[in-house]
C-alpha cells in the first residue's frame, strides 16, 4: 500500500523527490545516483513500495543510509555505474548530481543501459537570474540551487534545459516526461514548453527512455 | 537468564558461558549426523562442535546470530578467553546493549572443523587408530566449516539465522552461508573479506605451512605428546601478522624505534621494537593455537573460490538471495583490499540482492575488523538495528 498524501506532507518529504516519487511506479526497481543522506530512497521504499537501492560518494551519506536501513553501496557514479548489470533496474534516478559527474555523456549512457529508464533532475543554467547575474554583474551565478563559488564548487558540467534536450537528441535517448520546477522544488506553473522552462525554469527534471537499437547484451547503441 | 535449555541429548551445558568453567572449549555437542561427509568425498566417523552461546533464543527462534571467526580466533567471542585470560575477541561489539546486543539476539559462535579449541581437528583423536589424527585429517574447506554449522544448527533446534556476520576467513564462511543455505540468512555481515583466495594470499599462507613443516619438532604432523613445532608456527604467525597490519600503522606505531636500548648492537637480537613485536607475538601464539591446525584451516582459506564452485561466476553463488548483505572493507587492508569486497558487491548487484557496502578510512590494516573503529561500528549498528526492524524483533 502506498502512504497516505497528507502522511507525506507531515514528514516534509522535499517536493522535487514527490515529482520524482510521482513519476516511479509503485513495485518497481530503482537504482537512486548519488543518493546522500537518503531521502528520496527512503520515501520511494517507505511512501511509495519501490525496491529502490542507492550509490553514493560520501561515507558519511552512506553512513546516514545504512543506519536508515537502505541499501546504499558506497560508489563514484563516474567510476562504478560500469559494474551494474544491463536492464538491472526499471529506473536510474540522478537527482542533482548530473552537473557533478566527471563524464556526464558516458554517466547518462550508462543510466539509460543499467535502466529501462532514467530519471533526471539538474539546476538550469539558462534559468533568467542566472542569465541576469551574468550579463549585469558579470559574475558566476549565485542562485539558490547554484549556491557554491565557482572555485571549489563540485558543479562543473552546468548546462541549460535545451543543451540537455539537444544532448538526448544526439544519444537517441527520448524524453517521455518533462516537468519544470521552481527553487523551492514545486512544479513551475510559467514553463510549460521546455523553450519557456529554459529562461523560467531554475530545475528541470527529465523522465527518459532509450527506445533504438541495442546489442546483443541488450545495451543500448547510442548514436 | 542468559541462555536456554535445549532439549538434546548431546547438547552439553550452553549456560557454561563467560570462560568460568574449567574446559577451555565452553560448551560442547557431539553430532548426530555422521558420518559427516567432506567436501573432498572424506568422511569423518565423529564430530564434536565447541561453542559457545550468549542470550537466549526467542519463542519464534528468529533471532539468532552466527559469528564465524577468523583463522586464528575461536568461540570465545565474548568472554576471556580460557587460556590466555584476555578478553573475548570481540567483546567491544558482543554484549549486553552492545552493536550485537545479547539481551535482544541468541549469539552463536562456534570453533570452526579443523580448529584446535574443542571441535573436531588433527588435534582431536582419531576414533580408528586411538591418537590423534595429525595429518591423516583429512583436507576441510571453507564449504566443510559452513556444513558443519548448518548440521550443528540443525542438532540444536535453530532453523535459521537473523545475522551471519564474521572478518577475514569469518566473512568468506558468512559468504557460503549466504550461498549455500539463502533460505536460512535473514541477513549477512561479511567484513574484510574475499570470494576467492588470491595468489598473494596463498603464497603467504604457503611461506607460513612451510616454516611449520621445515621444523624437525613438527615431526610429519606427529608431534602430539613432545614440545611441537614451536618455531616454526612462531615464524608462520610473524609472516601472517605482517599481513594483518599496514605499513603506515607500523610506522606509527614502531618505526624504526629500538627495543629497550639506546644504538644497535650490531648483532642479530631484537634490536628494533617491531621485532621483538613480532617474536613476542609468535612467541604467545603457540601457546594457545595447534600447528597443524594451521596447517589444515590455511588450507581451508586458500581452497575457497565461491565462484569456482557455481560455474565460475560469482553473481551465480547468490542468485535469488533474499538476504540483506552489508559488506564492509578498509582502506590500509591490503590482505583483503577493497577491490575484493567490491566484487562481491558486484555479484550481488548482478543479482539485484539488498547491499549495502561501505570502505572504512583506517591505518588498522587488517586486523581493523576486529578493533573499534567508530564509523564501522555505527553502520553495524544501523544496519543491524534496521533488520531486525524488518524481521520483526
Known amino acids: 500500500m502506498v502512504t497516505r498524501e497528507a502522511d507525506i506532507r507531515a514528514r516534509d518529504v522535499r517536493v522535487d523527490l514527490l515529482e520524482i516519487g510521482r513519476m516511479i511506479e509503485p513495485g518497481s526497481r530503482v537504482l537512486d545516483i548519488g543518493c546522500g543522506d537518503g531521502d528520496l530512497l527512503y520515501h520511494l521504499v517507505h511512501d511509495r513500495r519501490v525496491d529502490a537501492r542507492g550509490m553514493e560518494l560520501t561515507r558519511e551519506g552512506v553512513n546516514a543510509c545504512v543506519a536508515r536501513g537502505l541499501s546504499v553501496v558506497q560508489g563514484d557514479a563516474d567510476r562504478d555505474l560500469v559494474d551494474y548489470p544491463t536492464g538491472a533496474f526499471d529506473y536510474a534516478v540522478l537527482s542533482q548530481t548530473l552537473q557533478a559527474m566527471r563524464d556526464t555523456r558516458a554517466g547518462l549512457e550508462q543510466m539509460l543501459r543499467i535502466g529501462k529508464r532514467a530519471i533526471v533532475s539538474f539546476p538550469n543554467f539558462g534559468y533568467w537570474r542566472v542569465r541576469m547575474q551574468l550579463l549585469f554583474r558579470g559574475r558566476m551565478p549565485d542562485t539558490q540551487t547554484l549556491e557554491h563559488p565557482w572555485y571549489n564548487t563540485p558543479n562543473i558540467h552546468l548546462c541549460t534545459i535545451r543543451d540537455f534536450i539537444e544532448l538526448c537528441e544526439d544519444l537517441g535517448i527520448s524524453i517521455e516526461r518533462f516537468l519544470a520546477i521552481d527553487a523551492g522544488g514545486k512544479r513551475s506553473s510559467t514553463a510549460h514548453s521546455a523553450r519557456r522552462a529554459n529562461l523560467m525554469a531554475e530545475q528541470a527534471l527529465f523522465l527518459l527512455a532509450f527506445n533504438g537499437a541495442r546489442d546483443s547484451s541488450g545495451a543500448p547503441i547510442y548514436r | ?393
Open chain 2, 1 to 393: 537468564m542468559n541462555s536456554i535449555a535445549l532439549p538434546h541429548p548431546n547438547y552439553v551445558d550452553a549456560r557454561r558461558q563467560h570462560g568460568q568453567d574449567d574446559d577451555p572449549r565452553g560448551s560442547v555437542l557431539r553430532l548426530d549426523a555422521v558420518p559427516f561427509r567432506l567436501v573432498s568425498g572424506a568422511e569423518l566417523p565423529e564430530v564434536t562442535v565447541a561453542y559457545q552461546t550468549y542470550g537466549a533464543l526467542n519463542a519464534a527462534k528468529s533471532n539468532a546470530v552466527l559469528i564465524c571467526h577468523a583463522l586464528t580466533l575461536d568461540q570465545h567471542v565474548a568472554n576471556p578467553h580460557p587460556i590466555t585470560g584476555k578478553d573475548g575477541w570481540w567483546e567491544s561489539a558482543v554484549g549486553p546493549g552492545r552493536i550485537i546486543d545479547t539481551n535482544r539476539f541468541f549469539v552463536i559462535c562456534a570453533n570452526v572443523l579443523g580448529g584446535c579449541l574443542g571441535t573436531t581437528g588433527p588435534k582431536e583423536i582419531n576414533p580408528a587408530t586411538g591418537r590423534e589424527w595429525g595429518i591423516d585429517f583429512p583436507v576441510i574447506t571453507i564449504g566443510d566449516m559452513v556444513r558443519l554449522q548448518a548440521a550443528f544448527l540443525d542438532q540444536l533446534g535453530i532453523p535459521d539465522l537473523f545475522c551471519v556476520i564474521g572478518g577475514s576467513m569469518g566473512g568468506m564462511q558468512v559468504l557460503d552461508w549466504a550461498a549455500r543455505y539463502p533460505e536460512r540468512v535473514f541477513s549477512a555481515i561479511p567484513v574484510a573479506t574475499t570470494a576467492r583466495h588470491s595468489a598473494q594470499n596463498i603464497a603467504f599462507h604457503e611461506v607460513g605451512r612451510q616454516a611449520i613443516m621445515a621444523d624437525p619438532e613438527w615431526r610429519g604432523g606427529s608431534y602430539y605428546g613432545g614440545p611441537g613445532p614451536k618455531a616454526g608456527l612462531s615464524v608462520a604467525r610473524m609472516a601472517a601478522h605482517i599481513t594483518y597490519l599496514s605499513e603506515a600503522g607500523l610506522h606509527q606505531k614502531f618505526g624504526r624505534k629500538l627495543q629497550d636500548r639506546d644504538a644497535l648492537t650490531f648483532g642479530f637480537d631484537a634490536d628494533f621494537q617491531i621485532e621483538s613485536y613480532l617474536r613476542h607475538q609468535g612467541s604467545t601464539f603457540v601457546d594457545r593455537f595447534d600447528a597443524n591446525s594451521y596447517l589444515y584451516i590455511t588450507r581451508a582459506m586458500d581452497y575457497f573460490d565461491l565462484a569456482a564452485d557455481y560455474g565460475g561466476l560469482l553473481a551465480n553463488a547468490f542468485k535469488g538471495t533474499q538476504a540483506r548483505f552489508c559488506v564492509a572493507s578498509f582502506t590500509s587492508d591490503w590482505l583483503y583490499p577493497t577491490a575484493e569486497s567490491r566484487a562481491i558487491v558486484h555479484a550481488l548487484n548482478a543479482v539485484a540482492a539488498a547491499v549495502s557496502f561501505v570502505e572504512f578510512e583506517t591505518d588498522k590494516g587488517h586486523d581493523a575488523f576486529l578493533l573499534d573503529v567508530p564509523e564501522f561500528y555505527d553502520v553495524l549498528r544501523g544496519f543491524i538495528g534496521a533488520a531486525a526492524e524488518k524481521r520483526g524483533l
